[in-house]
């Protein structure tokens, strides 16, 4: 069952959070009246306060190690956000390659200290760190990524939004042969899975033609023939990163394929690899740094007792960023 929060309250009486925060806290503001009346509805929806953090407990941020390492992640400027803000927080800020090794330590930590928070960057806790969690009062929030768990917070990117950005931009521009480009061992991850779903439902409902094609793990030039065999005759390219954006626009250079003058080629994430291809990639902005600084803001009024409106859902619209890879004009006028 889905815990009640003071958002149920609010909105089963007519008032707004701030007020039902202040009624159930006993602050000032509230008429005795109206504080009554929010305290019988809260009692009658059996809610039950979530803990205000207790002085000298630690909340914890976790995400993989190579995520810091300079150059190395798509998002490691975006990341240094979220572990500068944690840090002036006093988190505990846990960096992990190993999986296994990362479950068992939260599961210590949170065992064996008061933990109020517990962040998961770009992973999915797993199920008995959520129980462990829970039964400590831990709070426990996902950025990017979907959970579909109603004790978790996630904050995430409308990758539905996104690929209908795409499909958009193709129809703009008469480009209505394309496929939707992602690594075989990435198909199945939700993200994937959205944005081809927004992407292909715009296309197919504009009657134009679109389909997923898998890049296999192989020599560069064999990647490209493969695509070329398996697309048909396309010329619009959606691939589900950047980095497989990047390879497609190196590998279609060694097979003679010109980008955009026969090929419109979009990414995703505007990470440091548009600056490298040739002409430059056009790409979907993914709002990692808003959701990094949306996820502290968000724990920081928590640790100052403002309201109490955990587990929270927020997803953010990311938006499209046209270079000369999907449109020939900006290609062209970069190099006259």
Known sequence: MKKVTIRDIAAATGTSIATVSRALQGKPGVSEELRERLKEVAARLNYVPRPTVKPGSIMMLVFPSHYLREGSHVFGREVEVLYDRAAEAKMLVMTQTDHDAEVEACKKILKEQDVSVLIYFCGVPRD?????????????????????????????????????????????????????????????????????AGFSDRMLQAGAEVQMVTMPKAPLEERIRYVQKQGGDFNAVFAYSDLQAREFAEGAALVGLRIPEEVSLVGYNNSNHVGVTTPELSSVYWPIDKLCHMVMDHVERYVAGRYDVFPIQVSVRPRLIIRGSSDLSLCVSKTS
Do not use: C, M, W
Not at 132 to 145: D, F, L, S, Y
Not at 153 to 169: P, R
């Open 128 to 196: 008995e760190i959520v129980e462990v969690a829970t039964k400590q009062g831990t709070e426990v929030i996902v950025i990017h990524r979907q959970v579909d768990n109603p004790y978790i917070s996630t904050f995430i990117s409308d990758d539905y939004y996104g690929g209908q950005l795409v499909a958009e931009h193709f129809l703009a521009t008469g480009r209505r042969k394309a496929i939707y480009l992602v690594p075989e061992d990435t198909k199945g991850r939700y993200s994937a899975r959205e944005r081809f």
